[in-house]
């Protein structure tokens, strides 16, 4: 069964800079496609950004397009999410997010097995 774990949240000023981590324990997961995902309080979880197998195509959302950049390291078995001039509406709780299946998604329900996740605070 398939495990993420993700790592890198806590308090930041608006304007800084995080980066979250999100390790897979699976044997194939340079063969996944990887997401990110979001969670205020009181609200759905929402589509942050995904990266195909190989990190040769990613997808944002326009709310964190050209400030937040998804990579990944195959050799590692992990995924980041670079997150620059953060704002206080970024605050979150933020879930990596494993697709089995080709190609990028950006709907929750394509992902296959989701991480606890970890919160991110931006303090304005």
């Known amino acids: 069964q398939v495990q993420l774990v993700e790592s890198g949240g806590g308090l930041v000023q608006a304007g800084g800079s995080m980066r979250l981590s999100c390790v897979v324990s699976a044997r194939t997961f340079s063969s996944y496609s990887m997401g990110w995902f979001r969670q205020a309080p009181g609200k759905e979880r929402k589509f942050v950004a995904a990266i195909n197998w190989s990190g040769s195509r990613t997808s944002y959302s326009d709310s964190v397009k050209g400030r937040f950049t998804i990579s990944r390291d195959n050799a590692k078995n992990t995924v980041y999410l670079q997150m620059n001039s953060l704002k206080p509406e970024d605050t979150a709780a933020y879930y990596c997010?494993?697709?089995?299946?080709?190609?990028?998604?950006?709907?929750?329900?394509?992902?296959?097995?989701w991480g606890q996740g970890t919160q991110v605070t931006v303090s304005s």
């Open positions: 997010a494993v697709r089995y299946l080709a190609g990028l998604g950006e709907n929750g329900w394509e992902f296959d097995a």
